[in-house]
């Protein structure tokens, strides 16, 4: 009986992936810069995501702070919700998804450096590389001067 609970559980957990795979993908791809987001809002009634405003507000959110990485937040779900359906057991899932966020982070700040678009994280951590950067050889090479 309990590994049909857990036959069970692991699909319901893998569907509800699933969902959130084509939520996320969906909204993301039907994206609009009209749309109202969060810290954009605009007075007209006319939202094109298809998810209508809950869509807007999540793709709209998520591309302006991550950029361009925001889409593989999608098919992070994707593979988690196709390995829990498959019944493939997922070993280290705390370490799998710490070094997915730190993939997003450095793919955010590597995008603003090709002049893509890094996002708001992006912007952020470039700006910061770059003034510490520059800190360092002002001050290692000062005494050439």
């Not at 069970?8 to 993301?28: A, C, E, Y």
């Not at 991550?66 to 899932?93: A, C, D, N, P, V």
Request: aromatic letters at 20%.
């Amino acid at each position: 009986m309990q590994k049909f609970i857990t036959f069970i559980l692991n699909r319901i957990t893998g569907l509800l992936f699933i969902t959130i795979f084509v939520f996320s993908s969906i909204s993301l791809l039907s994206r609009s810069s009209n749309d109202p987001y969060y810290g954009h809002y605009v007075t007209n009634e006319n939202i094109n995501n298809f998810f209508g405003s809950m869509g807007s507000y999540f793709a709209g959110t998520v591309y302006i702070f991550l950029g361009t990485s925001s889409y593989l937040i999608s098919i992070f779900f994707l593979i988690l919700g196709f390995k829990k359906i498959f019944g493939i057991q997922i070993k280290l899932i705390l370490i799998r998804l710490t070094s997915f966020i730190v993939s997003i982070i450095l793919l955010c700040f590597i995008f603003k450096y090709w002049s893509f678009n890094g996002g708001v994280l992006g912007n952020i951590l470039f700006e910061i590389i770059n003034n510490q950067l520059e800190n360092v050889f002002i001050n290692k090479y000062a005494f050439f001067i």
